[in-house]
């Protein structure tokens, strides 16, 4: 007799079970790190927003009447405003500092 050589349909079907266990371990994790990265990024623009308002005070010595003062002007943001990756808008509360409505 030849000695055959390949795989059998049992040891195939291990295989592709194997793989799809680890796929579903993977894909959540993979799924929850990026809503993680767009909270970050989100989290991000807000601290730089509100560096922009303190610099904003410092080169006109009072602070902005509008976020859009800051966020329009290209001294500050020179590619634009930022936009949240999460689809909120920014604010300017009472106290000058900038929050996100996600």
């Not at 050589?5 to 993977?26: D, H, P, Y």
């Not at 602070?63 to 405003?81: E, H, I, K, M, R």
């Amino acid at each position: 007799m030849k000695d055959k050589k390949g795989i059998t349909l049992v040891e195939l079907l291990i295989v592709v079970m194997i793989l799809g266990a680890l796929a579903a371990i993977a894909l959540p994790r993979i799924s929850q790190s990026a809503s993680n990265a767009r909270q970050r990024a989100c989290d991000t623009n807000v601290s730089l927003i509100n560096s922009a308002i303190e610099m904003y005070y410092v080169d006109q010595g009072s602070y902005p009447a509008a976020l859009s003062n800051v966020t329009n002007n290209t001294t500050y943001f020179p590619d634009g405003a930022p936009a949240c990756p999460l689809g909120g808008t920014y604010t300017m509360n009472a106290n000058h500092r900038v929050t996100c409505n996600h």
